[in-house]
């Protein structure tokens, strides 16, 4: 059982950076990809981006391609998301999330463990 707690969000205004962490507890397996995911109101939840928990190798949406960074730190068991110059439709509870290796990123079904997600409000 793995334990995954959001924290950082919070409300900016647009072009304002903000960092969320994600805290992970437990057992954690290698063979597993660390993601986050997004959910703005009235949407469906869609996949942000994500880092391999061996080799740190990231894949990001084109939505946040050049302004979202995430990262980990696998000793600390610790996911970051980097977000820079935000915009309104950035709006959304953020989630982390994990997923078994072999399946895919783009379905959320495949996420076998899931944080409680924190708000980020990007006000215009």
């Known amino acids: 059982q793995v334990q995954l707690v959001e924290s950082g969000g919070g409300l900016v205004q647009a072009g304002d950076s903000l960092r969320l962490s994600c805290a992970a507890s437990g057992r954690t397996f290698s063979s597993y990809v660390m993601g986050w995911l997004r959910q703005a109101p009235g949407k469906e939840r869609e996949f942000v981006g994500d880092?391999?928990?061996?080799?740190?190798?990231?894949y990001y949406a084109d939505s946040v391609k050049g302004r979202f960074t995430i990262s980990r730190d696998n000793a600390k068991n610790t996911l970051y998301l980097q977000m820079n110059s935000l915009k309104p439709e950035d709006t959304a509870v953020y989630y982390c999330a994990a997923r078994p290796a072999y399946s895919g990123r783009y379905s959320i079904s495949e996420y076998r463990y899931w944080g409680q997600g924190t708000q980020v409000t990007v006000s215009s």
């Open positions: 880092i391999t928990w061996i080799g740190g190798r990231t």
